[in-house]
């Protein structure tokens, strides 16, 4: 069964705190992708990466940044969490079908 | 650029009733197109696609959609709703060079008994 796995399903961390949201594929795709969705705004594209130690620049990637070491993992940073970035969190990756992870909530007080 | 347009926020069917939820997209060449399904507090699940050939397609769970060019659409629909077909859907289309996709703003479905 293709699996995409975020490390944590709910998050509360303080502001100015460096927040890491971990995700994991096991169909060896190339493209992975982190979004950000909130009510009213849809999905909307952070990061995403083609290949290891490759990252493009979605919509939305002030205050973020991206690591791909290894293949299977793509991990979101948060430099220095505000508030506003308290949200739903998406990891995806895809072949030829983008799957998705259950997502993360990530609550910044 | 692509787009996805989803013109309903809220949809409220009966249960055993018919449902149509719309997608109007923008792209200049044959597009690949999506439909995902979302439950509260849970991430996407894929229910159908579109690639080429039939432009009728199935999904899971009893879902299908119609891929028009014409108008430039690719309604979802299913002839009889379930109370548990109750979330969320969005609607997708592949971007040129296939590097992400474009969402719609998705559509809530809400099943009243």
């Known amino acids: 069964d293709v699996k995409v796995t975020q490390s944590s399903r709910y998050l509360v961390k303080r502001t100015g705190e460096k927040v890491f949201l971990e995700c994991v594929q096991d169909m060896d795709h190339e493209n992975m992708f982190w979004y950000r969705q909130d009510p009213g705004l849809g999905l909307r594209l952070i990061y995403f990466s083609y290949d290891v130690k490759m990252k493009e620049k979605g919509d939305i990637p002030e205050g973020y940044s991206v690591s791909r070491e290894k293949k299977e993992r793509f991990s979101l940073i948060l430099e220095s969490a505000s508030t506003n970035q308290t949200s739903m969190y998406l990891c995806?990756?895809?072949?030829?079908?983008?799957?998705f992870g259950a997502g993360t909530r990530l609550s910044v007080l | 650029a692509q787009s996805v347009t989803q013109p309903d926020i809220h949809i409220t069917v009966s249960e055993g009733a018919s449902l149509e939820l719309r997608c109007n997209y923008s792209?200049?060449?044959?597009?690949?197109l999506f439909w995902y399904v979302q439950s509260p507090g849970q991430g996407l699940q894929l229910l159908l696609k579109y690639f080429s050939g039939d432009t009728l397609v199935q999904g899971i769970k009893g879902f299908e959609a119609e891929f028009k060019r014409s108008q430039s659409s690719f309604n979802l629909r299913k002839p009889s709703v379930h109370w548990s077909d109750a979330a969320e859907y969005f609607c997708?289309?592949?971007?040129?060079?296939?590097?992400?996709?474009?969402f719609g703003k998705g559509t809530m479905l809400l099943v009243s008994p």
């Open positions: 997708a289309v592949l971007n040129s060079g296939y590097s992400t996709l474009t």
């Open positions: 995806a990756s895809r072949g030829s079908i983008q799957y």
């Open positions: 792209y200049g060449a044959t597009p690949y």
